[in-house]
């Protein structure tokens, strides 16, 4: 087993960039494309727990060239944690917990098409999510990463004490978001459903103990004891540091890619850049704990 590094996206780079995102220290600072595993069968204790701590340290991992139908990208899942239904949304006929995310030529939205960490919503947001491509546009269609513990350490001193303290209140019905969804819940008949859950701007990862910024501008309508008005400045600003290029890395897709990311301290976006072509993805979300 191969694992290399992922370039950064600031410059628009790809995956074969000599470029590498850094932090000060030199150190990569997000995403690793893994190499010479083949994920369609069940793997060893040994492969399991390496793939969890790359995925650990390197906050997103990615795999090319994997042939997986739903019942093998479930098995895959399993190994690393309990996959659960996605919110709000249909899952495959046979296989509920695998959910398609498909975008037809005709659209103009794309699912998810925001910065955001996925379901923040909910009181146990997933742990993590795992995507595969089964059909990609000829150009376009990459889906950007963005490393929250940095976006948290190299926030100022005046502004990391005073998120410290605060409690965000994250709704599935914040605009950003909710209009992303429309589509998927009209063909599946879903009645919308708001849900809302309050989280620790900064939370510390269970396993890692490091600390990160646990907002995002998909889900994060306010501060608890601020009203949306007050809360605004301090969001917006939030949002635009947790997004800086230096924290960035960018992955093309292919059919037979899979992404498996950490959701306790990343970000992503799903760009929306190729208008005309059909994207087809299969997902599935891990269950997760508590932020605190």
């Not at 030199?26 to 995403?31: L, N, P, Y």
């Not at 306010?222 to 947790?242: P, V």
Request: charged content about 25%.
């Amino acid at each position: 087993m191969d694992v290399k590094p992922l370039a950064g996206a600031s410059g628009g780079e790809h995956l074969d960039s000599e470029d590498r995102a850094a932090d000060s220290s030199g150190a990569r600072v997000i995403g690793a494309e893994i190499s010479g595993v083949d994920i369609s069968s069940p793997l060893s204790e040994d492969i399991v727990t390496r793939l969890r701590q790359a995925l650990l340290e390197h906050l997103v991992i990615f795999f090319r060239d994997q042939r997986l139908d739903p019942q093998q990208l479930l098995a895959f899942a399993r190994q690393f944690g309990e996959p659960m239904a996605y919110p709000q949304l249909t899952g495959l006929p046979g296989y509920p917990l695998v959910t398609p995310v498909i975008k037809h030529e005709h659209e103009t939205r794309n699912f998810g098409g925001v910065w955001h960490s996925d379901t923040a919503y909910l009181e146990r947001p997933p742990m993590g999510s795992v995507l595969y491509a089964l059909e990609t546009p000829p150009t376009g269609g990459d889906t950007l990463f963005a490393n929250q513990y940095l976006a948290y350490e190299t926030l100022p001193a005046d502004i990391r004490n005073k998120v410290d303290a605060l409690v965000g209140i994250n709704s599935s019905a914040k605009a950003e978001a909710s209009r992303t969804r429309e589509d998927r819940q009209r063909d599946a008949g879903d009645q919308l459903k708001v849900l809302v859950a309050r989280h620790p701007v900064v939370r510390t990862h269970p396993e890692t103990g490091r600390k990160s910024l646990y907002v995002n501008i998909g889900h994060t309508t306010h501060f608890e004891g601020w009203t949306e008005s007050e809360s605004a400045d301090l969001l917006a600003m939030l949002f635009d540091h947790q997004i800086r290029p230096e924290f960035i890395c960018r992955f093309h897709w292919q059919p037979g890619s899979l992404a498996f990311w950490d959701n306790r301290c990343t970000l992503h976006y799903p760009l929306n850049d190729y208008h005309g072509y059909r994207r087809v993805m299969h997902r599935i979300t891990l269950a997760g704990d508590k932020p605190c």
